[in-house]
C-alpha cells in the first residue's frame, strides 16, 4: 500500500522498521512459511530487525557495495552484490559518457570492500542460502534502486521460492523500476517529492560496523 499524502517521517530506523513491518504482516498474511529476512547494511540493518522480530523470520544480511561514478563516487552508477557480477545502470553510463571498463578500478576496490565486510560482519559463517525460501530483502530507503537491483540478481541465482524487496520509503520511479526485479516490491511511503532517503527521517545518522554488529547480536538474544 503505497501512503501518498501526507509523507511519512520517521523518527529513526527502528520507527520506519516497525510499521514496515506491520505493513508486511498484512501482507503476508497467507504465506506461513518461515522467512529469511535479509538486510542491506548497514542502514537497512535496524529495519531488517524490527521485521523480522515481528514476523518470526531468521535474520541476516547481504553484502552490496555502490558503484560511484568518477569523481562522484556518492553517485551510483552501479552495485555489485557478494560474489556476483556488477550491475550497471546503462543509461546513466551513456549520459555521463563513460563505459563498465572505466570503472574496473572502482569494482575492485569496492569488492574488497565487501569482503572484509563479511569477515567483520560474519566471521566465517557462509553467505545466507535462500533457495526454495521466502526471501525479505529489507533495506531503509530506495532511491535510485540501484543497491537493491543487484542484491536481488543475486539472490534469483539462488532460486528463492519468492522475493519482496520492502522499504519504509521509496522514490516511485525506483519502487516501479524495481518491479520486475522481485516478485513483490512493499513500500509504505513513495512522496512524489522524493529527493533523498534521508529527509523522511528524523534521525538518519550514519551507522557504523559496531552499529551493525550490536543489532544482529540484539536479535539473536530475542
Known sequence: M????????????GDAGRLLAAELA?????????????????????VAVQVAARLGGDLDIVLVRKI?????????VGAIAEDGP?????????YLGITADDLAGTVAAERAELERRARRYRGGRPAPAAGGRTVL?????????????????WLRGQ????????????APQARDALSG??????????PADFRAVGQWYQDFR????????????????T
Open 2 to 13: 503505497v501512503r501518498d499524502a501526507p509523507p511519512l517521517i520517521f523518527a529513526d530506523r
Open 26 to 46: 498484512r501482507r503476508l498474511v497467507a504465506d506461513h512459511a518461515r522467512p529469511l529476512v535479509l538486510a542491506l547494511p548497514r542502514g537497512g540493518v535496524p
Open 68 to 76: 560511484g561514478a568518477p569523481g562522484r563516487p556518492e553517485f551510483g
Open 86 to 94: 556488477p550491475v550497471f545502470d546503462e543509461g546513466t553510463l551513456e
Open 137 to 153: 530483502l529489507v533495506d531503509d530507503g530506495l532511491a535510485t534502486g540501484v543497491t537493491a537491483r543487484a542484491a536481488l540478481r
Open 159 to 170: 532460486a528463492p521460492r519468492r522475493t519482496i524487496l520492502a522499504a519504509p520509503v521509496c
Open 181 to 190: 526485479d522481485a516478485d513483490v516490491v512493499v513500500c509504505p511511503s513513495a
Open 206 to 221: 550514519q551507522l557504523s560496523d559496531d552499529d551493525v554488529e550490536a543489532a544482529m547480536r540484539g536479535f539473536a538474544h
